[in-house]
């Protein structure tokens, strides 16, 4: 397996394990997937924690030995497994963590800006070199995040920016010591595995929908999610907590 899945305590961690940089096959893609796609199920997961295995990268991207075997002609039907991929991570119902351990360069600069939230280790830099090998992509992903400056610079040049300025033009929300990035990560994770799991997920959901949205029709939109929380037992369960001025129980319903 090249995904490895642990979960625990409401949180699971997801691990790319492919030596020596966590490198993306078509295999692999779909492995992700299917993982991701099924994480909508995990009914005992509050939240994910996606990272790569290893100190050499968090994912180098595609790989281009792969790649180099692949024709045109094939290249709408890779392409249509790459975005199912990435719809995956994206829209999976609990929220998602990138752990970025080192490296994240093209599709894997794309898998971290999927995730809804990134904390990157010191060494870890952050790339879309395809037009260094006759490609281009991740432009509509990067570019939910980062100024369109930033975002050129990157996709023309190819050259990758260090943790901190991807912390600096909003890429990133932290940027720790190399060997205090899971601590980071697992800190975070635990305080969204002690929220309601319908209010996780119903509040995604709704954050999803509305990111492209007008600001008003938005906001009626997330309106509509709020009043569906609202008649939820864990949504009376928690203003009942803050008011007794004790620790919810949620059973998620």
Not at 112 to 134: K, Q
Request: negative net charge.
């Amino acid at each position: 397996m090249t995904l490895k899945i642990d979960k625990r305590d409401r949180i699971a961690t997801v691990t790319l394990d492919r030596p020596p940089v966590n490198a993306l096959t078509l295999s692999l893609y779909e492995e992700i997937a299917d993982r991701f796609e099924n994480a909508s199920d995990w009914e005992d997961v509050n939240c994910i924690i996606f990272t790569g295995a290893g100190t050499r990268a968090f994912c180098a991207g595609l790989d281009l030995h792969e790649f180099l075997a692949a024709t045109v002609e094939e290249d709408p039907k890779r392409a249509a497994i790459i975005r199912r991929c990435f719809g995956a991570v994206r829209n999976t119902a609990v929220p998602v963590i990138a752990a970025v351990n080192g490296p994240a360069l093209g599709a894997g600069c794309v898998l971290a800006s999927l995730c809804d939230m990134r904390i990157a280790a010191e060494n870890a830099t952050f790339g879309l070199p395809e037009i260094n090998v006759g490609r281009c992509g991740g432009g509509a992903h990067l570019g939910r995040l980062i100024p369109q400056g930033a975002l050129r610079r990157m996709f023309f040049t190819g050259q990758p920016i260090t943790a901190a300025e991807a912390y600096r033009i909003g890429l990133v929300e932290e940027v720790v010591p190399a060997e205090a990035l899971g601590e980071a990560a697992e800190r975070l994770a635990r305080l969204l595995a002690e929220k309601a799991p319908l209010g996780l997920r119903l509040g995604k959901a709704a954050l999803n929908e509305v990111e492209f949205m007008p600001v008003e029709e938005g906001y009626a939109r997330e309106q509509q999610y709020s009043t569906r929380l609202m008649a939820t037992e864990d949504a009376r369960e928690a203003t009942r907590a803050v008011v007794e001025k004790r620790r919810p129980v949620f059973h998620g319903r």
